[in-house]
């Protein structure tokens, strides 16, 4: 073999492999931008002044509707869902599809106000847009998602329209979006804020919308308490016994097998850490069947399992878990694994 043979081909493999290590790259800078970004959302969210909103369709940012525009340019369609807290309705504004939430009960004025307030606070492709509110009339208008909560992302899925994205990269994504939500809650700029409104699988998954192009937004932020060791300020989402394997081990009642009855007065705080405990559920959910799916839990059972731990101090903060989901996407397309699909 001469020399000049011998220097072609190592500039012909040198060459691939500086190739593939670039495709590598660019496969993580793109995954990484579906986290931090949300085609409409986040075009129409981050392009705005603060305190204006901008949608789909729209050229220009809006300031927020307040009452008077509220009253005379949003109309009520259907009646979409309904909890204590609130009624929310598909209604239409300048003929843009919208969400309204109406208070259900002046009993929880409260907690309809602390929404509200979080959603002003947070504001953010994390969070589902602020359209307008209306403090004396008890109304909120948010953006529409038709695809609904996450509670319905296997029924979208199994529709023909939906099936290509049934996927482990659309759900590993859809599973990363999550982390990434609570990774911006506790460190948001309303301080370091707990999810409450997640008692059960269930009830965790209804607080987030699927977007039309499959990535997620926080939208029930009534329960959004904040906690901060240096201050002591620690929380209790509820005043009633808390059961069940979903929640956190500190958030059961310690002296449930001494017999004592439960007392709201004793029952000891916590933090952003219960959080982090219902990672796994949400995400075995998130990830569903799909071809590909058992390789993820693989990679993911590390974190998972110390998300895990029973003393709340040694699971890994919602920032160390997200760089692992991050970092288990690209190994798994590093290692050659559905490079085809994406």
């Known amino acids: 073999m001469t020399l000049h043979t011998l220097f072609w081909i190592v500039a012909i493999v040198g060459g691939c492999f500086i190739a593939a290590q670039l495709a590598v790259v660019f496969i993580f800078m793109y995954q990484d931008s579906g986290y931090r970004t949300d085609g409409q959302l986040a075009v129409s969210q981050t392009a705005c002044a603060p305190r204006h909103f901008k949608m789909a369709t729209m050229k220009n940012c809006t300031p927020w509707l307040q009452c008077s525009q509220i009253n005379a340019e949003v109309h009520k369609v259907k009646l979409i869902d309904q909890g204590a807290v609130k009624q929310v309705y598909l209604a239409e504004w300048r003929t843009l599809k919208v969400a309204l939430s109406k208070l259900s009960s002046l009993d929880y004025a409260d907690d309809f106000r602390h929404g509200l307030s979080m959603l002003e606070a947070l504001q953010s492709h994390h969070v589902v847009q602020l359209v307008g509110f209306c403090l004396e009339d008890h109304v909120i208008v948010t953006e529409y998602h038709p695809l609904g909560s996450l509670l319905n992302l296997d029924g979208v899925l199994a529709q023909d329209h939906y099936k290509k994205h049934n996927t482990w990269q659309m759900r590993l994504r859809l599973a990363t979006d999550y982390v990434s939500i609570l990774d911006y809650l506790h460190n948001s700029p309303a301080g370091r804020r707990v ?47 808390l059961t069940g394997d979903f929640v956190a081990p500190e958030q059961l009642w310690p002296f449930r097998n001494d017999g004592q009855p439960f007392s709201d007065h004793l029952m000891p705080g916590y933090d952003e850490k219960t959080d982090i405990w219902k990672i796994p559920d949400v995400t075995r959910f998130l990830m569903g069947r799909v071809p590909g799916g058992d390789l993820v839990h693989f990679h993911l059972f590390q974190i998972h399992e110390a998300c895990k731990a029973e003393d709340p101090k040694l699971r890994p903060s919602a920032s160390e878990a997200l760089e692992m989901y991050k970092s288990v996407y690209s190994n798994i397309v590093r290692d050659g ?4 699909d994406l």
């Open 337 to 340: 694994a559905g490079v085809k």
């Open 195 to 241: 999810m409450c409104d997640s008692n059960s699988l269930e009830k965790t998954l209804s607080q987030f919308l699927l977007t039309s192009n499959f990535h997620l937004v926080v939208n029930d932020l009534d329960a959004l308490p904040e906690a901060d060791w240096s201050r002591g300020l620690l929380v209790k989402c509820g005043h009633r016994e």
